[in-house]
Antibody, heavy 122, light 113 residues
Framework: QVQLVESGGGVVQPGTSLRLSCAAS????????IHWVRQAPGKGVEWVAI????????YYADSVKGRFTVSRDNSKNTLYLQMNSLRAEDTAVYYC???????????????WGQGNLVTVSS | DIVMTQSPDSLAVSLGERATINCKSS????????????LAWYQQRPGQPPKLLIY???SRESGVPARFSGSGSGTDFSLTISSLQAEDVAVYYC?????????FGPGTKVDIK
């Protein structure tokens, strides 16, 4: 069965960096785009970024562009989100989610991880 | 960027009754090249990640009960739960995937009356 497991979250100070990981299993990771989506405590969901199946295309929300970088290692079935210059407003549960389509992306998310909490606080 | 809005913010419906949620995009998400609406719906139960219900505005994801249906075109869309069940208590989000940055609506909370 498809599984996505996020890790790497925690409490960090404003201005610092953190890297999240998303370990995938149960499907051919190298053929699917993967999204990062976040949800601030008690708030709605916000799309953060997508990376295509082969890493050839990456797109970001305006709120994280220039600070966050998405990458993947298809040999390890793992997705990453490097988060720099963190702000209090980046505090959220971060989900990785599989794109519904293979070989390219259709930008709909069909499987989600359980999420990992990142807290940015001094 | 496309902005999504939803109405109402919340609603309470009796078990077995119909619930309808509305979603509006700030610009059309209908593609002239394939005549498809790039609009999806998700359900988020308490303590759970979102779950895909509907894509292409009206196509039900595999395994989603038939009581969930989507409709609409262009900028105005609806999600209808034809006969509300206890397990449908959740927040529902629409999402446009016509262009990046992708955008979700603010969510509509559905409760039992």
């Amino acid at each position: 069965q498809v599984q996505l497991v996020e890790s790497g979250g925690g409490v960090v100070q404003p201005g610092t960096s953190l890297r999240l990981s998303c370990a995938a299993s149960g499907f051919t990771f190298s053929t699917y785009g993967i999204h990062w989506v976040r949800q601030a405590p008690g708030k709605g969901v916000e799309w953060v970024a997508i990376i295509w199946y082969d890493g050839s295309n990456k797109y970001y929300a305006d709120s994280v562009k220039g600070r966050f970088t998405v990458s993947r290692d298809n040999s390890k079935n793992t997705l990453y989100l490097q988060m720099n210059s963190l702000r209090a407003e980046d505090t959220a549960v971060y989900y990785c989610a599989r794109d519904r389509c293979t070989a390219g992306s259709c930008y709909v998310m069909d499987y989600w991880g359980q999420g990992n909490l990142v807290t940015v606080s001094s | 960027d496309i902005v999504m809005t939803q109405s109402p913010d919340s609603l309470a419906v009796s078990l077995g009754e119909r619930a309808t949620i509305n979603c509006k995009s700030s610009q059309s998400v209908l593609s002239s090249s394939n005549n498809k609406n790039y609009l999806a719906w998700y359900q988020q139960r308490p303590g759970q990640p979102p779950k895909l219900l509907i894509y292409w505005a009206s196509s039900r994801e595999s395994g989603v009960p038939a009581r969930f249906s989507g409709s609409g075109s262009g900028t105005d869309f609806s999600l209808t739960i034809s006969s509300l069940q206890a397990e449908d208590v959740a927040v529902y989000y629409c999402q446009q995937y016509y262009s990046t940055p992708l955008a979700f609506g603010p969510g509509t909370k559905v409760d039992i009356k």
